[in-house]
């Protein structure tokens, strides 16, 4: 083939480049040059015994990379990538059926605040850098511009205004000659509810002489949702019904109110309220009105509770009781309304792998016992979502339920180059803004971090914030070697210090989020390797199907800042984590 052959010296590190007219993200980080006019050229890189040809060339207006790995006494292996101009659909980001193409994006805001916090005044505004030629970032709030930005790690202290409203921000990527990379939006104090209803009030009441109660109703619904009917009963009887609640509302969640009165009561009947909305999803809520000679009208946000419980030794707990546990909301006991199981609520599931160089050794192997993890774990209803990292960060594949995909993704992965660890969590975390269900992060790596863009403890401090119980995996390869300076180069004492740093601040992470850290270490064997890594896996699945959802509500209004504390009510019981979730249907 006509090309150019280069042997990488370590000297220089550039993460993109052109061909044609077309701009390229590279994952390797080693030092990439320009193509030669035949469009072809082959990059060598030796160390160690160990040897990586790569031919590069065009096909069309795709970018294909042809990866050979040798050493003595390995059989060899080739790969062959395709990939994509900067800005295009991802070939191997393909949606679940019927799901819409992912873009390519070389940045992403990171929330601010808490979950469900209105956000007033100034407020810092951080984002994640995928694309390392990002060289300014502008600012819009509502359509106005406020702020470039030319710096890394790209942030802004943005004036959101007071009393807090709803706010549109977006921010804008460019390159150092000015041109567009791409862009991200995020909507603040968008208030949102899940769809409830709850008998917010009982009274009785005489009305001609006999005795009735009044049965007050409150049914949120989410933005956009139509409410259909409204039915009251008495025991098993219809006793009232209401209709004709006005068309859906676009621009807010909110509380519909309703009240009957129920004549001709006995003080072991019991009412029951029934709404319907118009996609067909139905609730309802039901009480004694046994002692209920007056209940005070309480607000009906419902507030949903991801949990996982342990006992002393460690191991997850299931079939745990409303009565298993006791809520404070600023204080005030709340009563736990219900508990559902891991069956009741779909999962979440991230799976971040460390790309990098130094998991060679091990990645044949652990790309089965991966595989086998996502089809024992994920049931009908769940989804996840693969995320890739080495010196940048890729979303491998989006969020879907379709297992064959996720194994296609897994197949797409080559280990080579540096270790953005930081950024690969963060980016991760990125991927649960808008959705719901249980949730967790299964995070692989080798533990040391050379490459990440985002300040290090950015990643630490959303992963505290959102409280996504992580995982993590740290493999501590038996010869590592490292990305230094776009080159490669065997591990030292420098290397071994990175990576017992790594560790704690993993091990803080796992701890603050209810997740946990587990350390590979190396063995003479490789099999017993592979079987250690198998049994963390299967802890990890059997965390999975201990997570438990309890609902309360709340008094509080949305948006509202509150104290929650979530407690055990057996002494021979650990809360593990406890995590507020999004609307769950």
Not at 231 to 245: H, T
């Amino acid at each position: 083939m006509d090309g150019e052959t280069l042997l990488l010296n370590g000297k220089g590190e550039l993460s993109s480049f052109r061909l044609g007219r077309e701009r390229y993200t590279d994952r390797l980080g080693n030092g990439i040059r320009l193509l030669t006019a035949s469009g072809a050229f082959r990059i060598e890189t030796r160390i160690s015994g160990w040897l990586w040809v790569e031919t590069f060339s065009r096909k069309d207006d795709r970018l294909v990379r042809v990866t050979e790995i040798r050493h003595t006494g390995f059989s060899g292996l080739e790969l062959r990538t395709v990939y994509d101009p900067v800005g295009t659909e991802h070939p191997s980001a393909a949606p679940a059926a019927g799901g819409p193409p992912t873009v390519s994006q070389p940045i992403r805001i990171v929330p601010p605040g808490r979950r469900g916090e209105l956000l007033g005044g100034k407020v810092e505004v951080q984002t994640l850098i995928a694309d390392p030629t990002v060289g300014r970032v502008e600012f819009t709030v509502d359509g106005v511009r406020t702020r470039v930005d030319r710096k890394p790690p790209f942030g802004a202290r943005l004036d959101l205004a007071e009393p807090p409203r709803e706010r549109t921000v977006d921010v804008e990527a460019y390159d150092a000659d000015g041109e567009y990379l791409g862009a991200d939006r995020i909507v603040l104090n968008r208030i949102d509810v899940a769809f409830a209803v709850r008998i917010t009030g009982i009274r009785r009441e005489r009305v001609d002489g006999e005795t009735s109660v009044r049965v007050q109703a409150g049914v949120s619904l989410p933005r956009s949702a139509a409410l259909e009917r409204v039915d009251f009963y008495l025991n098993d009887r219809l006793v009232a019904e209401r209709a004709d609640f006005g068309e859906p509302d676009d621009s807010a969640a909110r509380v519909v109110p309703v009240n009957v009165s129920i004549p001709d009561v006995r003080g072991n009947d019991f009412v029951r309220v029934s709404a319907r909305l118009a996609d067909g999803r139905e609730l309802e809520d039901a009480e004694l009105l046994q002692g209920a000679d007056y209940r005070s009208e309480v607000d009906v946000q419902l507030v949903q509770i991801q949990v996982l419980v342990a006992d002393d030794q460690g191991n997850p707990v299931g079939d745990l009781q409303p009565s298993d546990f006791a809520i404070l909301e600023n204080g005030r006991p709340r009563r736990v309304e219900n508990v559902h199981t891991a069956k009741d609520v779909p999962l979440v599931l991230g799976l971040a792998i460390d790309s990098s160089d130094s998991m060679l050794p091990i990645w044949r192997k652990l790309k089965q016992i991966v595989a086998k993890f996502l089809d024992r774990s994920l049931a009908s209803g769940d989804r996840a979502f693969l995320v890739d990292f080495d010196a940048t960060v890729r979303l491998l594949q989006p969020l879907t339920g379709v297992k064959p995909l996720l194994s296609q993704g897994l197949d797409r992965l080559t280990p080579l180059g540096g270790t953005a660890l930081n950024d690969g969590v963060l980016f991760s975390l990125l991927q649960y803004r808008r959705e719901a269900g249980r949730r967790a992060l299964v995070v692989i790596t080798d533990g040391a971090d050379l490459h990440s863009r985002s300040r290090p403890r950015q990643s630490a401090d959303f992963a505290e914030r959102l409280g996504i119980p992580i995982y993590f995996l740290e493999l501590d390869n038996l010869i590592t070697r490292v990305a230094v300076g776009g080159g490669i180069a065997p591990s030292g004492d420098l290397t071994r210090l990175k990576q017992r740093e790594a560790r704690k601040r993993l091990d803080r992470i796992s701890r603050w989020t209810g997740g946990r850290l587990f350390h590979i270490p190396p063995f003479p064997e490789s099999s017993a390797r592979s079987e250690r890594i198998e049994q963390v896996f299967d802890r990890i699945e059997e965390d999975l199907r201990h997570q438990h959802v309890l609902t309360y509500y709340s008094e509080e209004p949305p948006g509202a800042a509150i104290e929650r504390e979530v407690r055990v009510n057996r002494r021979e019981l650990k809360l593990r984590s406890a995590v507020p979730l999004k609307a769950i249907e």
